[in-house]
T-cell receptor
């Protein structure tokens, strides 16, 4: 069975601080995909990134970066120089096997204060 | 804008009633998913359709049903509604089915409140 754990429930930072959101996953499959989604206060779920289990390269996209470590089954997300607009709930998700469905973590509520 | 369209955005209804949520997938996407987001259960996968056929089922109650039509839009029917069915219902779509790793794009959700 698949499982995604986001141990942090709420994080509050001041604007311009760096913040890291943790994600730990469990699966017995050797091929799997990891995702991050953002849910702003308006409610929609916005796709941020997809990473497959064979690609452990870290990725950077502007102020966002992702650190994938198979050894610790973690896929952490860092926001550099956070901004108020980054305030949202962030979900980590996993898909495995011959099915695209996503297993989500419980989400991390990030509040960025001016 | 993800390209996935859901209607209605908000819905308030009474216990025991039936509602239908509608979803149009992104242009070119053949697979449609329904997810439920509630405070206590988080984001839960309900059901998936691909090109009109059911492909995967999750934690969907028997009171709920869905279908995908030939034009690829999908409807989620919720009947005999209970207070606990109040949630945000997401539709999502992807190009394919059966391949782990499809990027799934979500709509803005339909907020259902049962009173």
């Amino acid at each position: 069975a698949q499982k995604v754990t986001q141990a942090q429930t709420e994080i509050s930072v001041v604007e311009k601080e760096d913040v890291t959101l943790d994600c730990v996953y469990e699966t017995r499959d050797t091929t799997y995909y990891l995702f991050w989604y953002k849910q702003p206060p308006s409610g929609e779920l916005v796709f941020l990134i997809r990473r497959n289990s064979f690609d452990e390269q870290n990725e950077i996209s502007g102020r966002y970066s992702w650190n994938f470590q198979k050894s610790t089954s973690s896929f952490n997300f860092t926001i550099t120089a956070s901004q108020v607009v980054d305030s949202a709930v962030y979900f980590c998700a996993l898909s495995t096997g011959a099915n695209s469905k996503l297993t989500f973590g419980k989400g991390i509520t990030l509040s960025v204060r001016p | 804008d993800s390209g996935v369209t859901q209607t209605p955005k908000h819905l308030i209804t009474a216990t025991g009633q039936r509602v239908t949520l509608r979803c149009s997938p992104r242009s070119g996407d053949l697979s449609v998913y329904w997810y439920q987001q509630s405070l206590d259960q988080g984001l839960q996968f309900l059901i998936q359709y691909y090109n009109g056929e059911e492909r995967a089922k999750g934690n969907i109650l028997e009171r709920f049903s869905a279908q995908q039509f030939p034009d690829l839009h999908s409807e989620l029917n919720l009947s005999s509604l209970e207070l606990g069915d109040s949630a945000l219902y997401f539709c999502a779509s992807s190009v394919e089915w059966g391949i782990s790793g499809n990027t799934i794009y979500f709509g803005e959700g339909s907020w259902l409140t049962v009173v």
